[in-house]
Nanobody, 127 residues
Framework: QVQLTESGGGLVQPGGSLRLSCAAS????????MAWFRQAPGMEREFVAA????????FHAASVKGRFTISRNNAKNTVYLQMNSLKPEDTAVYYC????????????????????WGQGTQVTVSS
C-alpha cells in the first residue's frame, strides 16, 4: 500500500485555474499508475484522468479533456492535476488514487481497481 495526501484545492471563480498535488509515501511510487477521481454531492465517484507509471501515457475524461492535465514527478513521489478554464460543474471533492502499474490502460480506469486513496481535497468553482 502507498499513502496518499492531496493538496491544492480551494475556491476559484469560473474560468480560473488550480493545481492539485498528491504526495505519496510508502512503497515505490514508480510501481504505480496514478489517477484522479472526483465526487460531487449526491453523485457517483467519477474518473477524471490517469497516468502510467512512467508518465509516458495519459488519459483524460471527455468532460475535462483540453482543460485538465495530469502529470507526475517520480523523483518527488508526486502526481499533479493542472485544472484550467474551470466551470461550476467541476465543483467536487477530488481524490488521487494508486493502482498496480500493470492495470493501467489508455482508457477510463475503474475506481474499484484502486487500493490506495487519499483523503480528498475540495474544489469549489463559484463566482
Amino acid at each position: 500500500q502507498v499513502q496518499l495526501t492531496e493538496s491544492g484545492g480551494g475556491l476559484v471563480q469560473p474560468g480560473g485555474s488550480l493545481r492539485l498535488s498528491c504526495a505519496a509515501s510508502g512503497r515505490t511510487f514508480s510501481s504505480y499508475a496514478m489517477a484522479w477521481f472526483r465526487q460531487a454531492p449526491g453523485m457517483e465517484r467519477e474518473f477524471v484522468a490517469a497516468i502510467s507509471w512512467s508518465g509516458g501515457s495519459t488519459f483524460h475524461a471527455a468532460s475535462v479533456k483540453g482543460r485538465f492535465t495530469i502529470s507526475r514527478n517520480n523523483a518527488k513521489n508526486t502526481v499533479y492535476l493542472q485544472m484550467n478554464s474551470l466551470k461550476p460543474e467541476d465543483t467536487a471533492v477530488y481524490y488521487c488514487a494508486a493502482v498496480d502499474s500493470r492495470k493501467y490502460y489508455n482508457g477510463p480506469l475503474d475506481a474499484a481497481d484502486f487500493g490506495s486513496w487519499g483523503q480528498g481535497t475540495q474544489v469549489t468553482v463559484s463566482s
